[in-house]
């Protein structure tokens, strides 16, 4: 069975979520072997393995760290010239997508990115994309080389099936490229305890009619009664209302939750561009003709001061 | 010394307009309105900032690969303050793919000189976002992307890098090819004097000749990629809607607990 290349995003060895996704995907294709990369890299094994890498190959140096990008390139084209797989797989974060691309023109390969699906086709696997703020769904293949694609978060759900996982170590040599890009200093985003929005199963969203980062507090209340991510609009995020690493959109995040809740959000094409491809959208809006509503599911006309904080009350009162 | 900057910019369908695909499924652009993509605004916006920042002499020269209309944003970023533009255009070139615009843009950019390059973060129709790192690629140069803050200074460039793990300082020497995000500054609107001066800044035109590019390398054929089909999005059923009459929250929950998220 012809071999896939998954690019493993992890952290400490803790492995995120949207690589054990990558796994299962890999699957529908052939045996997906996996490529760790950093400090734990070994550590990753256990996790892979269970869900069905046959194989995990691990290489740790100080320039994955230090320097941007290219030494990741550089393994990743080791790998494949080690394993000469029918597919590379990465994760679709501003990184991955880097990585993919570069690591696809050194090859002789095309690239596809953001993929929503896959599925094995007579000519090679089969990429979903949603585009144009996601009112059309394509099918694209590569045509040329080895396909890699990037996949974005949510596009599968995690299926266990243990594999063997055996760890080799794999040798790799950085081009002179590799230093180019110093990294001189690194400050960590501190946690806020909720999940990461792109995996977040559900995810809050507040928009201008927050109106003001002292409300933000009733969107972050909801959130947290139902273990959600918070999203915010680009007008929130441009009020300095909400970090922009919190903005869902065309020039923030693309968000694929099972549940989206937008709150005084209009609904604006830039940001349909980034959560309409969500399972069931809610919204609460005082007016009734906002955009948003033609995407809804369920959607409340009124004063999200009103009917956000009896919503979180009665979703506490219910789980209690 | 001087620093010549290379700014990459795209001309895209308008979002708000009613965007499509054409019978070989490629994008329509006969059917909706095309203007300089709004996230390239930000890298021209940068180009003009380290100019006004730089003790040295800076050329400003804005490329772009696309159709005859392509033209008018170029003439957006020439009335923003941009010096001389470059349009790469050839019939050849319909349908070309990442790969192949990164080979066009690569191309130009050795022709034309450069000690920096400077790119948005992605384009508002096909958000990709790989060409920055494809030019680097192929240049054989450092690249220094997704910047929310940039400057040029000895040679050298410096920025930082915000992403979702941790913020990042990172430096590189030129030459470089840099990407920023939305966050790295408001674009300025061009002034009724920026724009007069634009008619009279020089747009050179090349076509894959001029550029040693062949046809097979480009266009549909050239592609890596290949589009099997493109569908509109199913309509989204018509939701739910109720007015809230102070039992709003009430019955949202009750929807949330009917679909299982309670």
Same mark, same amino acid.
Do not use: C
């Given at each position: 069975?012809?071999?896939?290349?998954?690019?493993?995003?992890?952290?400490?060895?803790?492995?995120? +979520? &949207?690589?054990?996704?990558?796994?299962?995907? *890999?699957?529908?294709? $052939?045996?997906?072997? !996996? %490529? @760790?990369?950093?400090?734990?890299?070994?550590?990753?094994?256990?996790?892979?393995?269970?869900?069905?890498?046959?194989?995990?190959?691990?290489?740790?140096?100080?320039?994955?760290?230090?320097?941007?990008?290219?030494?990741?390139?550089?393994?990743?084209?080791?790998?494949?010239?080690?394993?000469?797989?029918?597919?590379?797989?990465?994760?679709?974060?501003?990184?991955?997508?880097?990585?993919?691309?570069?690591?696809?023109?050194?090859?002789?390969?095309?690239?596809?990115?953001?993929?929503?699906?896959?599925?094995?086709?007579?000519?090679?696997?089969?990429?979903?994309?949603?585009?144009?703020?996601?009112?059309?769904?394509?099918?694209?293949?590569?045509?040329?080389?080895?396909?890699?694609?990037?996949? +974005? &978060?949510?596009?599968?759900?995690?299926?266990? *099936?243990?594999?063997? $996982?055996?760890?080799? !170590? %794999? @040798?790799?040599?950085?081009?002179?490229?590799?230093?180019?890009?110093?990294?001189?200093?690194?400050?960590?985003?501190?946690?806020?305890?909720?999940?990461?929005?792109?995996?977040?199963?559900?995810?809050?969203?507040?928009?201008?009619?927050?109106?003001?980062?002292?409300?933000?507090?009733?969107?972050?209340?909801?959130?947290?009664?139902?273990?959600?991510?918070?999203?915010?609009?680009?007008?929130?995020?441009?009020?300095?209302?909400?970090?922009?690493?919190?903005?869902?959109?065309?020039?923030?995040?693309?968000?694929?939750?099972?549940?989206?809740?937008?709150?005084?959000?209009?609904?604006?094409?830039?940001?349909?561009?980034?959560?309409?491809?969500?399972?069931?959208?809610?919204?609460?809006?005082?007016?009734?003709?906002?955009?948003?509503?033609?995407?809804?599911?369920?959607?409340?006309?009124?004063?999200?001061?009103?009917?956000?904080?009896?919503?979180?009350?009665?979703?506490?009162?219910?789980?209690? | 010394?001087?620093?010549?900057?290379?700014?990459?910019?795209?001309?895209?369908?308008?979002?708000?307009?009613?965007?499509?695909?054409?019978?070989?499924?490629?994008?329509?652009?006969?059917?909706?309105?095309?203007?300089?993509?709004?996230?390239?605004?930000?890298?021209?916006?940068?180009?003009?900032?380290?100019?006004?920042?730089?003790?040295?002499?800076?050329?400003?020269?804005?490329?772009?690969?696309?159709?005859?209309?392509?033209?008018?944003?170029?003439?957006?970023?020439?009335?923003?303050?941009?010096?001389?533009?470059?349009?790469?255009?050839?019939?050849?070139?319909?349908?070309?793919?990442?790969?192949?615009?990164?080979?066009?843009?690569?191309?130009?950019?050795?022709?034309?000189?450069?000690?920096?390059?400077?790119?948005?973060?992605?384009?508002?129709?096909?958000?990709?976002?790989?060409?920055?790192?494809?030019?680097?690629?192929?240049?054989?140069?450092?690249?220094?992307?997704?910047?929310?803050?940039?400057?040029?200074?000895?040679?050298?460039?410096?920025?930082?890098?915000?992403?979702?793990?941790?913020?990042?300082?990172?430096?590189?020497?030129?030459?470089?090819?840099?990407?920023?995000?939305?966050?790295?500054?408001?674009?300025?609107?061009?002034?009724?004097?920026?724009?007069?001066?634009?008619?009279?800044?020089?747009?050179?035109?090349?076509?894959?000749?001029?550029?040693?590019?062949?046809?097979?390398?480009?266009?549909?054929?050239?592609?890596?990629?290949?589009?099997?089909?493109?569908?509109?999005?199913?309509?989204?059923?018509?939701?739910?809607?109720?007015?809230?009459?102070?039992?709003?929250?009430?019955?949202?929950?009750?929807?949330?607990?009917?679909?299982?998220?309670?």
């Amino acid at each position: 069975m012809a071999e896939v290349l998954v690019y493993v995003d992890h952290v400490d060895g803790a492995v995120r +979520k &949207p690589t054990l996704e990558l796994l299962t995907l *890999a699957r529908r294709i $052939g045996e997906p072997v !996996a %490529l @760790a990369l950093g400090p734990g890299a070994e550590n990753t094994a256990a996790a892979l393995a269970e869900h069905g890498a046959v194989k995990v190959l691990t290489h740790d140096a100080s320039e994955y760290a230090d320097y941007l990008v290219v030494p990741k390139v550089d393994a990743l084209q080791a790998a494949v010239e080690s394993v000469s797989p029918a597919a590379v797989l990465v994760p679709s974060s501003a990184e991955g997508k880097e990585i993919a691309a570069r690591l696809a023109l050194r090859i002789g390969s095309g690239v596809i990115t953001d993929a929503t699906d896959l599925e094995a086709g007579d000519e090679g696997p089969v990429a979903t994309q949603s585009v144009f703020a996601a009112s059309f769904t394509t099918k694209t293949r590569v045509s040329k080389g080895t396909p890699v694609i990037t996949v +974005k &978060p949510n596009s599968a759900a995690v299926e266990a *099936a243990p594999a063997a $996982g055996v760890v080799e !170590a %794999l @040798a790799v040599t950085f081009s002179a490229q590799a230093t180019g890009t110093r990294v001189t200093g690194r400050t960590p985003r501190e946690s806020t305890g909720r999940p990461e929005l792109t995996e977040a199963a559900i995810v809050v969203s507040g928009g201008r009619g927050v109106n003001g980062a002292e409300n933000f507090g009733l969107i972050e209340a909801l959130a947290d009664s139902l273990g959600a991510a918070v999203g915010a609009s680009r007008a929130a995020v441009d009020a300095g209302w909400y970090p922009h690493t919190n903005q869902v959109g065309q020039t923030g995040k693309s968000v694929s939750p099972q549940l989206y809740i937008a709150n005084g959000i209009s609904g604006a094409i830039q940001h349909r561009a980034g959560m309409q491809t969500s399972k069931t959208i809610v919204a609460v809006n005082k007016d009734a003709e906002a955009p948003i509503f033609d995407l809804v599911d369920y959607g409340v006309v009124g004063d999200l001061f009103d009917v956000v904080p009896q919503l979180t009350e009665e979703i506490n009162a219910r789980k209690g | 010394m001087s620093l010549r900057i290379v700014v990459t910019v795209k001309y895209v369908p308008d979002a708000t307009g009613d965007r499509h695909f054409a019978d070989d499924l490629t994008v329509d652009r006969d059917d909706v309105d095309g203007l300089l993509s709004e996230l390239d605004e930000y890298a021209v916006e940068q180009a003009l900032q380290i100019s006004e920042n730089a003790d040295d002499d800076v050329e400003i020269t804005v490329l772009t690969v696309g159709p005859e209309d392509a033209k008018d944003a170029l003439r957006k970023a020439l009335s923003m303050g941009a010096d001389k533009a470059i349009h790469v255009e050839d019939d050849d070139l319909h349908g070309t793919d990442v790969i192949g615009t990164s080979l066009v843009l690569a191309k130009a950019i050795e022709k034309a000189g450069y000690d920096l390059v400077i790119s948005g973060m992605a384009s508002t129709d096909g958000t990709a976002g790989v060409i920055p790192a494809l030019l680097a690629e192929r240049l054989g140069v450092p690249q220094v992307t997704l910047l929310s803050e940039v400057s040029v200074e000895d040679g050298a460039v410096k920025g930082r890098r915000d992403g979702d793990a941790a913020s990042e300082q990172l430096e590189a020497s030129l030459p470089a090819v840099v990407s920023v995000t939305d966050q790295s500054g408001e674009a300025r609107y061009p002034s009724f004097k920026g724009i007069m001066a634009a008619k009279k800044k020089p747009v050179q035109s090349w076509d894959l000749s001029d550029l040693d590019i062949e046809a097979e390398e480009v266009g549909l054929e050239g592609s890596w990629t290949a589009v099997d089909s493109a569908a509109a999005r199913p309509a989204r059923t018509a939701g739910t809607i109720v007015k809230d009459e102070g039992e709003g929250g009430k019955q949202l929950a009750e929807f949330l607990a009917s679909q299982k998220f309670v």
